[in-house]
Each structure stands twice: as structure tokens, then as C-alpha cells.
Nanobody, 118 residues
Framework: QVQLVESGGGLVQPGESLRLSCTAS????????MGWYRQAPGKQRELVAI?????IYADSVKGRFTISRDNAKNTVYLQMNSLKPEDTAVYYC??????????????WGQGTQVTVSS
């Protein structure tokens, strides 16, 4: 089994920054991809950024958010700058993990709240 533990959420004012972290632990052979999704109240969960050898960003966060990985620590980060009220959401970490066989599985973190408000 694999666990994803997130940290770094909180309440900030517009224009400020936050850094989210997510660490994967358990019976991990390798990690194919790690990323971040978010879900705002009343909306569907959406991709924010993903790192799978290349990086992909949602248009709404390009130029403001940066995803990075520390493969030795099985950790992914999301640096969020110039935050806007519309970035308010629960942010979920996501990982595509190989456990030893050719098959891979998708795991989710428990979510961390990010609130941007003046």
C-alpha cells in the first residue's frame, strides 16, 4: 500500500505565496508521475500541474505556479505565487506508482485546504 501525505495549505491574502508538499511512502518500486489537482466548492476536481518527465500546467496557473520533484524523497512540491481568490480550493496530491510489477496504480492524498482571501 502507498500513502500520500500533503502539507503546506493555509489562509493567505491575494498576491501572497504558499508552497505545498506531498510525500509518498510505502511499497514503492518507482513513481511514474506525481501531480496536483484541486477542487473548489461546487466544482469538479481539476488538474493543476503534473510532472511525469515533463511538466504540464493548467492554463489558469501558468506563470504563477511551479511544480517540482525530489525523486530521492518521493516528494512533489507546488510553489504557488501571486495567489488569487479563485485559487481557493482543496488541493490533492496524486501519484502514479509502480509497486514491483509492470502494473501501476493511482493514489491520492487526503487534501489540503488553500484559501485566498483578503
Amino acid at each position: 500500500q502507498v500513502q500520500l501525505v500533503e502539507s503546506g495549505g493555509g489562509l493567505v491574502q491575494p498576491g501572497e505565496s504558499l508552497r505545498l508538499s506531498c510525500t509518498a511512502s510505502g511499497s514503492i518500486f518507482s513513481i511514474n508521475a506525481m501531480g496536483w489537482y484541486r477542487q473548489a466548492p461546487g466544482k469538479q476536481r481539476e488538474l493543476v500541474a503534473i510532472s511525469n518527465g515533463r511538466t504540464i500546467y493548467a492554463d489558469s496557473v501558468k506563470g504563477r505556479f511551479t511544480i517540482s520533484r525530489d525523486n530521492a524523497k518521493n516528494t512533489v512540491y507546488l510553489q504557488m505565487n501571486s495567489l488569487k481568490p479563485e485559487d481557493t480550493a482543496v488541493y490533492y496530491c496524486n501519484a502514479n506508482v509502480r509497486l514491483g510489477s509492470p502494473s501501476s496504480y493511482v493514489y491520492w492524498g487526503q487534501g489540503t485546504q488553500v484559501t485566498v482571501s483578503s
